[in-house]
């Protein structure tokens, strides 16, 4: 599988995330990956149940899916898509790589995997993880806080998958974003502004949301958060959204 675009396979980009919201640094990534590794378009894959979102709660799935279609909206190379969201399993990537695999031929398709440095780092505790590099490349893109050296940590396999990639740093997390609403502070120009006004809409991550637990879990089944009017599962396919 190469990095440069020589063969003519398609190259396919996946941003995957909880996106809890979705927000510039996630768009900048993914559009950094995009023109630099050459790739034909993105998808980004909002977490159904992030499994390793289990101490916090997480808005809904479908706000999520929501949120990151919204942002999608903006940038004809990128798509979403409900994969993970329509799975009624915890989300897993390479659960995810491996059904996307099985809808293209081998040499029909390449996959780029797109993450923070960040979570490259903690990728020998996710699920196969020794299976990754078999199924797609990682574009490591770096993050405030975290060197690229520190890449060398990680085992040759996965090592030799990654693509690092320099971008312009944003300060930006979904974190620092739910802390802001919660403080009542702005969020203006840290997300676009259709997620600002979505989040607002329905009154997403405001104070008493700290108090309970991950409410995507598969216990609880993935239902919308809110008065879940007008929001139901399963109008769009992923098939149709991942242009598969
Ligand atoms: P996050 O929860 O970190 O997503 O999850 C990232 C991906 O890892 C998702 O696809 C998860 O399903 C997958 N994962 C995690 C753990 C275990 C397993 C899989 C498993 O298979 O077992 P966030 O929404 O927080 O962030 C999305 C991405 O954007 C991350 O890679 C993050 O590093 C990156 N990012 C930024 N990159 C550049 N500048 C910024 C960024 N903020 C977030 N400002």
């Given at each position: 599988m190469s990095s440069s675009p020589k063969s003519s396979a398609r190259r396919i980009g996946i941003m995957g995330g909880?996106?809890?919201?979705?927000?510039y640094g996630h768009l900048l990534a993914a559009e950094e990956s995009r023109t630099v590794v050459g790739l034909d378009e993105v998808l980004f894959v909002p977490a159904?149940?992030?499994?390793?979102?289990?101490?916090r709660r997480v808005a809904s799935c479908e706000d999520r899916y929501i949120m990151t279609l919204l942002t999608t909206?903006?940038?004809?190379?990128f798509t979403p898509s409900r994969i993970e969201i329509d799975r009624k399993e915890p989300s897993h990537t390479v659960d995810t790589l491996r059904e996307m695999r099985h809808w293209?031929?081998?040499?029909?398709v390449d996959f780029f995997f797109i993450t923070g440095l960040d979570a490259v780092l903690g990728m020998?505790?996710?699920?196969?993880?020794?299976?990754l590099p078999k199924l797609c490349r990682i574009v490591a893109v770096n993050r405030p806080?975290?060197?690229?050296?520190?890449?060398?940590?990680?085992?040759e396999a996965l090592r030799d998958a990654i693509i690092p990639l320099e971008i312009p740093?944003?300060?930006?997390?979904s974190t620092e974003i739910r802390r802001r609403i919660e403080e009542r502070r702005s969020i203006k120009y840290l997300l676009p502004e259709t997620v600002e006004q979505y989040i607002y809409k329905k009154g997403?991550?405001?104070?008493?949301?700290?108090?309970?637990?991950?409410?995507?879990s598969a216990h609880s089944g993935c239902t919308p958060a809110?008065?879940?009017?007008?929001?139901?599962?399963?109008?769009?396919?992923s098939k149709d959204l991942c242009g598969a």
């Open positions: 909880t996106f809890d919201p979705i927000h159904g149940d992030p499994a390793h979102k289990r101490l909206l903006e940038n004809k190379n293209y031929a081998p040499e029909k020998t505790s996710w699920k196969e993880s020794e299976e806080g975290y060197p690229q050296k520190a890449l060398d940590s990680l085992p740093l944003l300060s930006i997390s997403l991550y405001r104070k008493y949301w700290r108090t309970s637990i991950n409410e995507n809110g008065d879940g009017r007008g929001l139901r599962r399963g109008g769009l396919k």
